[in-house]
């Protein structure tokens, strides 16, 4: 099993930046997919961004320009770089992992605590 910890949440003004960070506690290589998902009150969770173990991003419409996830496997942690931030992108962020079960033929997905990232007009 994997444990992920997101870290860098706060309070920034409109149009400024912050960068989360995600931390495993195994090798990430080993993650088939990695990615931050969000949810703000009241709204369902939705992706925004993921990486794979071969390097390949997808973001959500809503963040594609302004957003950029990367990964430092040597560290064993995810980044989400958040530039040009708005109001709409207040929202609990979460850290998700996907590798392959041990047990199953199947895969196995591991969730952060979640960290609060809070967007002023």
């Known amino acids: 099993q994997v444990q992920l910890v997101e870290s860098g949440g706060g309070l920034v003004q409109a149009g400024g930046s912050r960068r989360l960070s995600c931390s495993a506690s195994?090798?990430?290589?080993?993650?088939?997919?990695m990615g931050w998902y969000r949810q703000a009150p009241g709204k369902q969770r939705e992706l925004v961004a993921t990486i794979t173990s071969g390097g390949s991003t997808n973001y959500a419409d809503s963040v594609r320009g302004r957003f950029t996830i990367s990964r430092d496997n040597a560290k064993n942690t995810v980044y989400l770089q958040m530039s040009s931030l708005k109001p709409e992108d207040t929202a609990v962020y979460y850290c998700?992992?996907?590798?392959?079960?041990?047990?199953?033929?199947?895969?196995?997905?591991?969730w952060g605590q979640g960290t609060q990232v809070t967007v002023s007009s």
């Open positions: 195994r090798s990430i290589v080993s993650i088939a997919i």
């Open positions: 998700n992992g996907k590798i392959p079960s041990p047990s199953t033929a199947g895969w196995d997905i591991y």
